[in-house]
């Protein structure tokens, strides 16, 4: 059995704040401190500022069990816990480097405030050798403020969460990668994740380098295979072969298994696209060329424009004053996260064309909106079937289940049929030609070869 221990959670975005809440959940008393002073009254008001399944409700629950509280009183939050997580935000800068400026001034934040020893988690995600950069912050503010008799340990402890799945991801961990030299805090880190652990212990001990590299290689790994099966549908679209039937053929093998091989119109997100150019980044730093980093991501680049090309080609480069309906925004379902989102290129690309987008996503219109700003070319529809009234194509960017079982009827009611250009592959060739339709999937070339006839 594991006591309640308490927690500060540094950095209330989406890594921070779901970890908190799952701390909380597991018992533990957990502090969440941030500076945005909007986004904490909000918190505090049992809002949440992401949208995540499951997460409102265990906010409201903890909040009110009192495990979970919310402040910007860094000397406050500080204070209340010797477990100090850091979960701010490291965006991609110009070069593909990750911006450290949050992480370090936290850790500057966290030196001012201490008055006891610490152990300090980096959960952000942050290149190899950044823990050792937090450890040097720490000690130069301590020895500035006259306070280097503190003890504190720096913790690699990078998050698998993905978006969408990330309560159950956290509650249920695969692993708990911990990066720590200091054997002499193994059992209060032990400790803390002990409820994590179900069946066996989650908790892997490692060099704090290792850690760090572990999440970079587990993301460039996963985004790796998403651009080799992009890259195989492009081969497979031009031989004739549909990637579907080769997917299901190759994830038989249990080395190569059935997950994260589906092709799509690229991969987005706030993850692979900045982690892979941040790996390639550090590689060059250490004089090393990445060849293979370098083609997942170029990769990644063509597909993301590649529904765009197909587009072209049925419409003989004519789109022109055209409309087409657009069914999901988001760089996946159940999030309305738009960050990296593919959509975003086809938007672009359409508007400048010259073509009108009436667009249908359940949860990111908002933050579509946001990122593009008012436009008159675009409208956002509330309802998925508004968006195909009077469009001359349908686009699908992503796989919401409403997708999936939007049985063709609301196609099939049109008064003609319209190309479907479907990004996710969430369509049945067959039936869509059944329907008289033409379908472009990702890689299908059975059906462009039959179409073509
Ligand atoms: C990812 C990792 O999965 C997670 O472990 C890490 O902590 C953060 O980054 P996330 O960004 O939430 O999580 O999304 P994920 O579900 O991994 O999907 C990323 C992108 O890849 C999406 O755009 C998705 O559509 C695409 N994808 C995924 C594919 O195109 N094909 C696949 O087979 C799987």
Same mark, same amino acid.
Do not use: V
């Given at each position: 059995m594991s006591s309640s221990i308490s927690v500060t959670v540094i950095g209330t975005g989406y890594v921070g704040l779901v970890q908190a809440i799952c701390f909380a959940e597991m018992g533990h008393r957990v502090c969440c401190l941030d500076i945005d002073e909007q986004k904490i009254a909000r918190l505090n008001r049992g809002e949440v500022t992401i949208y995540e399944p499951g997460l409102e409700e265990l906010i409201r629950k903890n909040t009110a069990a009192r495990h979970l509280s919310f402040t910007t009183d860094a000397s406050e939050a500080i204070d209340s816990s010797r477990h100090i997580l850091i979960a701010v935000g490291t965006p991609s800068e110009e /070069?593909?480097?990750? /911006?450290?400026q949050h992480v370090l001034k936290v850790a500057q934040t966290i030196a001012e405030h201490m008055s006891e020893s610490k152990l300090v988690y980096v959960k952000s995600t942050v290149p190899v050798g950044t823990n050792a950069k937090v450890s040097n912050t720490i000690h130069q503010r301590l020895v500035e403020l006259d306070k280097q008799h503190l003890e504190f340990s720096v913790i690699s402890n990078p998050e698998f969460l993905k978006e969408g799945a990330a309560v159950q991801d956290c509650m249920r961990p695969d692993r708990i990668i911990i990066g720590c030299e200091d054997t002499a805090v193994f059992d209060e880190i032990r400790h803390l994740y002990m409820?994590? !652990?179900? !069946?066996? /212990?989650?908790v892997m001990f490692m060099d704090c380098v290792s850690a760090e590299l572990t999440k970079y290689a587990a993301n460039c790994m996963l985004a790796t295979k998403i651009s080799f099966m992009n890259e195989m549908s492009q081969i497979a679209e031009r031989v004739g072969a549909d990637i579907e039937q080769v997917r299901l053929g190759i994830g038989a093998d249990p080395r190569i298994g059935y997950h994260f091989i589906y092709p799509g119109c690229g991969y987005g997100g706030s993850c692979f696209p900045k982690d892979v150019k941040a790996l390639i980044h550090s590689s060059r730093e250490v004089d090393f060329e990445p060849q293979v980093l370098a083609s997942v991501e170029a990769v990644n680049q063509l597909q993301k424009t590649h529904l765009l090309e197909s587009v072209d080609s049925h419409f003989k480069g004519d789109i022109k004053g055209r409309t087409f309906a657009l069914w999901g925004l988001a760089f996946k379902p159940n999030t309305d996260d738009m960050r990296e989102a593919p959509s975003l290129q086809i938007i672009k690309g359409l508007l400048d064309g010259g073509a009108r987008v009436l667009a249908y996503d359940p949860k990111a219109a908002d933050n579509c909106r946001a990122i593009l700003g008012e436009n008159s070319a675009i409208t956002y529809c509330d309802h998925k079937e508004d968006a195909l009234d009077g469009a001359d194509a349908l686009i699908v960017c992503t796989e919401w289940n409403e997708f999936k079982a939007a049985d063709m009827n609301s196609l099939s009611q049109l008064k003609q049929a319209i190309p479907v250009f479907d990004g996710r592959n969430i369509f049945d060739p067959d039936y869509m030609r059944y329907q008289g339709i033409a379908y472009y999937g990702i890689g299908r070339g059975l059906s462009v070869s039959k179409r073509a006839r």
């Open positions: /070069d593909g480097s990750a /911006d450290l409820p994590f !652990n179900r !069946n066996h /212990d989650k």
